[in-house]
């Protein structure tokens, strides 16, 4: 009778466990080399580009503009030169806008005017007006604040008011302290 060599199925068995060792220590160690590259952090220029013909649109506003700057993830921006910007109130045009420099925000669609800002109703048959330095949209509220003094023009009159609240789904306007006079005839 003749022997069998054994040492060959106790090779066969510790090659097995040193594979299945491996296996389990690469799958534990798995995703652990190079990590992966960082999203680009660069701001996003427009300048004159191609964004609808340098028009941010959105529902409840849209902007033309000569130069805009957004952030790498696109969610928030300024916005430079902005003439014949448009306020939507139930989604039809409210209030023209020129402003220096806009500050938005796209994910809530707030935004923030500043420098010298130019505020008009359109189709207003008295062509009434607003001059301030510093306007506020509040899209979940649908408020428009002009928290600094503002210029009232009608006609030939001015009329300075130090703050004024448009709050559109109400169709309320809070005025704050008034000065000037105003001739009011029907």
Not at 80 to 86: F, L, S
Not at 95 to 110: E, F, G, M, P, W
Not at 149 to 174: C, E, K
Request: proline residues 5%; glycine residues 10%; hydrophobic residues 40%.
């Amino acid at each position: 009778m003749r022997i069998k060599p054994i040492w060959w199925k106790r090779l066969a068995v510790g090659g097995g466990v040193a594979l299945a060792i491996y296996v389990v220590v690469e799958i534990v160690l798995a995703g652990g080399g190079t990590p992966p590259i960082p999203p680009n952090q660069t701001p996003i220029d427009l300048r004159g580009g191609h964004v609808m013909n340098n028009r941010i649109t959105t529902r409840s506003w849209t902007f033309d503009y000569d130069h805009a700057r957004l952030s790498p993830d696109g969610l928030s921006g300024t916005v430079e030169g902005v003439r014949n910007g448009i306020v939507f109130k139930k989604g039809k045009p409210y209030l023209r806008i020129s402003a220096k420099k806009v500050t938005l925000n796209i994910q809530s669609l707030d935004f923030t005017a500043v420098g010298k800002v130019h505020i008009e109703r359109i189709d207003d048959p008295e062509r009434r007006s607003f001059d301030t330095d510093l306007v506020t949209w509040t899209n979940d509220a649908k408020i428009l604040r002009m928290t600094h003094p503002a210029y009232i023009h009608s006609g030939d009159q001015t009329l300075r008011i130090d703050g004024i609240t448009v709050n559109f789904d109400d169709n309320t306007v809070h005025l704050g302290k008034v000065a000037g006079g105003v001739n009011i005839s029907h």
